[in-house]
């Protein structure tokens, strides 16, 4: 079906090989030939059918005059560079029926389409994985706070919905957002890539290290170092206030991969001639909040602390894995609460989300099998 | 860095200061005045630190008139940049060095900070350290009060002594309405709509830690200095909450 990507490009290598497109994965034919991958995309994509065939290099099915023009393919190469990928002209040149106005449509639509279908793909099992080949290669950048060291950073979207917010970059080392630094990708939709995916990368791959590259003389936290012995294998940290075997997972996540860019000795101090400026001076410090992280950060195991001083009120206690990664109830003024609200919110997020077509978030796991 | 050499034979009435504050990559460099130059008391100790001070001194007030080869020129001329940078440092806090730089400020001069939630807060460049070769300039965000790198690697290069540890944090004391209202907006790591455990969990830690400083501030009578929209956000955070059951389930197919 698809012949002539063998001859040149595929629409599909084009488009990620465009200025700005850099982020993108190649979604496979396969992944966008299973119909039900595609489930919804009709009725967000004007003149979907077409789009959907120059995303595939698909000829049109009501063509009549098909292999008589072979040598403006060899021309139309050389515009790669253009926004036009050369693909799509190719076929388009045989479609004689078609009007210039529909030809840019279409081409709007292919766009469009395929970043629906790439927002999807990049959470699937192939998708991702190739998403961490490309996040190894640091195709994505890092992070530009110095505290951050270099942490590598992946796409997000801050919307699913497209045509809302361009492109950003997530990283798990401050858990902050940030705009690319080329604005290049200032044309990239963020929906694209959607919200969901740095989050679930991060989720799957939880042996990844992403600290970055901390220079030894940094004098970086005591807890981090503290944190970092506990989760050593040898499991050797004499001051640790934790015992060592009960922390090798904090809501989901290896204590050392728990935002290592924040917490004491990452939060800038304001200091005029070397003194500290004082919070209470009118243009004190009031955002160190921001990059704070406890110094014991077992402090942020709600459920743990929660069942550790409930155990046996009633024998539902679930998985740690189950309760671990998606938190489902919080909200302001119900902070004392929250623990209780949440066994039960738990429970109905899990039922609510699967029913929405085997999508529990607390699947997740389940992709890393892949990895 | 452009060679002021040729680019000046056949012009040499342009100052080098001129010169040095147009070179690509010293765009975050203002221009010393003259008089704050040649007077010597604003120059005290740094004849140890600059290698053939008097002529770097003469080469940066444009009387320098030694007969030299190119690579003793060259030499100079590197003097004269470092000398420039360590006076620099000085300079800009002063009254007139910090109304320069303000007004490099307000035209976004130093960038803008990559953070999404600060909407394009201009940056200013600060050291890490006031000594000289120990860290490279880094640019600070008066809206989240942190540190990033430049874009450029031209800039990345520069030494931050240049600019120092306190000359951000005296510009803000000294235009106090230049400094911008703080945001407690923040990012809410997401999967299929629903806040991911870890970072809600830090995040919640971390509103703690927020308001029992708004009440030591109001306990202080201190101005918290938090934008007034941020009560009404917290609202509509709750309503996403719920949507996030909604959402769209094919997504995580395969
Ligand atoms: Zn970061
Ligand atoms: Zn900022």
Known sequence: MSSSSQVT???????????????FAEVSEDFIEDDFNLTGLQSQVPMYKEALEMILDVEPEDDEDEEDEEEEEEEDDE????????????????????????????????????????QRYITSRPGIQQMTEKYELQHFGTCPRVNCNSCKVLPVGLNDIPGQETVKLFCPSCLDVYTPPNSRFQSVDGAFFGTTFPSLFFMTFTDLDIGGVRPASTGAADALAAVHSAAAPDGKSRNNPTPPNLITSINGVAPHNLAPGLGP??????????????????????????????????????????????????????????????????GKGVRRKIIGRRRRANGSAATGAGGGGGVSPMDTNGVAAAG | MDDFNSDTDSDYTSYWRDWFISS??????????????TDRFNLTGLNT??????????????????????????????????????????????????????????????????????????????????????TPVKLYCARCEDLYNPKSSRHAVIDGAY??????????????????????????????????????????????????????????????????????LEDEEEDEEMEGDGFEGAAVAQ
């Open chain 1, 265 to 330: 000795g990452n939060i800038y101090e304001p200091r005029i001639y070397g003194f500290r400026v004082s919070e209470r001076a009118r243009s004190g410090p009031r955002m160190k909040w921001l990059r704070m992280r406890p110094t014991d950060v077992t402090e942020l195991d709600e459920t743990r602390r929660y069942w550790e001083e409930h155990d046996g009120e009633d024998g539902t206690r679930p998985d740690d894995d189950d309760m671990n990664m998606v938190d489902v109830a919080e």
């Open chain 2, 24 to 37: 690509r990559g010293n765009e975050y460099f203002c221009e010393i005045d003259e008089e704050y130059l």
């Open chain 1, 9 to 23: 490009e595929s629409w599909i290598s084009s488009f990620c090989g465009l200025l700005g497109h850099e982020y």
């Open chain 2, 49 to 134: 630190e600059v290698q053939y001070y008097q002529y770097a001194l003469d080469l940066v007030t444009d009387v320098f008139d030694l007969d030299c080869d190119d690579e003793m020129r060259e030499q100079i001329e590197k003097s004269a940049r470092h000398l420039y940078g360590l006076v620099h440092a000085r300079y800009i806090v002063t009254t007139r060095g910090l109304a320069k730089m303000l007004e490099k400020f307000k035209k976004s001069d130093f960038g803008k900070c990559p953070r999404v939630m600060c909407d394009s807060q201009p940056l200013l460049p600060m050291g890490q350290s006031d000594v000289a070769n120990t």
């Open chain 2, 163 to 232: 600019f120092g540890t306190s000359f951000h944090n005296i510009l803000f004391q000294v235009y106090p309405a230049m400094s911008p209202a703080k945001s407690q907006r923040r990012y809410e790591p997401r999967v299929f709509g629903f806040k991911v455990h870890a970072a809600a969990a830090l995040g919640r830690w971390q509103t703690d830690e927020r308001e029992r400083m708004k009440e030591r501030l109001k306990g202080a009578r201190v101005e918290t200095g938090f934008e007034a929209e941020d009560e009404e």
């Open chain 1, 79 to 118: 515009v790669l560079g253009d926004e036009r990928p050369a693909g799509y002209r190719r076929t388009s040149d045989r479609r004689h029926l078609r009007i210039a106005s529909d030809l840019s449509v279409i081409e709007g639509s292919a766009e469009l389409l395929y970043g629906l279908i790439h």
